[in-house]
């Protein structure tokens, strides 16, 4: 089997403001990110401590949380959307893994979300289109 990467974030709570909901719908308190951002396994597996080494994901990060506080959103798809478009950038992601839930969903239970799954070969073709 050959060594795979990734850098895994999960429950990552993000300040954003999701859908329409009428009166007495339950309106979500948080939505969380979980994001799993596969890489050459060489940025992880490396010869010696260094940054230089590795996949500095920090500025990501402050990009997705920026996306989230960017404004209402009506669907947890579009803001998916635009943190794919955000990972894309980076070159050094090979295939990306990203779910979106809302909590709760009744009452004071349950979550709620999206998941998408992008291959190596759907973010080439990604790049490509931008």
């Not at 979500?28 to 940054?51: A, C, S």
């Not at 920026?66 to 635009?82: F, K, N, P, S, V």
């Not at 998408?116 to 073709?125: F, G, N, T, V, Y």
Request: net charge negative; proline share 5%; hydrophobic share 45%.
């Amino acid at each position: 089997m050959a060594m795979r990467a990734s850098v895994e974030l999960k429950d990552f709570v993000l300040n954003a403001e999701i859908g329409t909901y009428a009166p007495g719908q339950v309106v979500p308190r948080y939505h969380t990110l979980d994001l799993t951002l596969w890489i050459n396994p060489k940025l992880v597996f490396i010869p010696v401590d260094g940054l230089q080494h590795v996949f500095d994901y920090d500025p990501l990060m402050a990009e997705i949380q920026d996306l989230a506080a960017d404004g209402h959103y009506y669907t947890q798809e579009r803001l998916i959307t635009r943190i794919v478009q955000a990972c894309a950038v980076y070159p050094v992601i090979e295939a990306i893994d990203l779910s979106l839930r809302k909590f709760p969903v009744s009452a004071d239970s349950g979550s709620l979300g999206v998941r998408l799954s992008i291959s190596d070969a759907e973010l080439c073709e990604l790049r490509d289109q931008v």
